[in-house]
């Protein structure tokens, strides 16, 4: 009889990494979720008031900032703040707590060398071990963290191309009503409460507050 060929070292290597980091995963998402994780709450998200009904509101300062007031209901949701951490590490469920399995930004956002996001988090979310998922799964710059900040300075962030990616005020509102991983917010999977509303309710709010001139809630 012949022995068995040995395994390349690097390839145990790569299998033992691997391992521990799917079991660190599961180990982490697959335990019993706290009452503010389950599956009812996520069946009953808070809606959004339509921009029809700011309408009323004649002065256009005043009407753009009860506008974005309206659209914090989402920016400040567990959804988005999670992926607008003001540290290195993302935050887990409506509780914001830190990311088990620790991991960190990296410096593009998505993940450090031997642990990116994509090793665990893949196209589409994976249930049946609670892990949300996207094509580019990744975190905010720290430039737009959220966590912590008031609606005011959100809002400021927002608007400042020097944090923001460059981007003006109709990109913006292009990127909250359309974009795609932003509308994951929506359908986050098994036990995730969703952002309130819709994202084309979001799209429409924000697109009222730019027309309203985009001023920032005081």
């Known amino acids: 009889m012949h022995a068995p060929p040995l395994v390349p070292a690097a390839r145990v290597a790569m299998f033992a990494v691997t391992g521990v980091a799917f079991l660190a995963v599961n180990s982490a998402v697959g335990t019993p979720r706290s009452p503010v994780e389950t599956p009812a709450l996520a069946a009953s998200a808070e809606s959004l ?5 700011f309408a009323s509101i004649a002065n256009p300062r005043a009407r753009a900032e009860s506008l974005f007031v309206e659209m914090g209901k989402v920016l400040q949701h567990p959804r988005c703040v999670n992926c607008h951490p003001a540290g290195d590490r993302p935050l887990q469920t409506d509780a914001g707590r830190p990311h088990e399995p620790l991991v960190v930004r990296g410096t593009d956002g998505r993940g450090a060398p031997g642990m ?14 609670h892990v949300p998922g996207h094509p580019q799964w990744h975190l905010a710059p720290i430039e737009m963290a959220w966590q912590g900040k008031t609606l005011t300075q959100i809002c400021e962030q927002i608007k400042d191309p020097a944090r923001n990616g460059r981007k003006n005020i109709a990109q913006i509102v292009r990127h909250l009503g359309e974009d795609s991983l932003v509308g994951w917010g929506w359908a986050p999977g098994v036990g995730r409460t969703p952002a309130p509303g819709t994202q084309k309710e979001l799209g429409a709010l924000a697109k009222a507050w730019a027309d309203a001139g985009a001023h920032c809630p005081p």
Request: proline share 5%.
């Open 49 to 53: 008031r339509p921009v029809a009904v």
């Open 116 to 129: 990116r996001c994509e090793t665990c988090h893949h196209a589409e979310n994976f249930d049946a071990a």
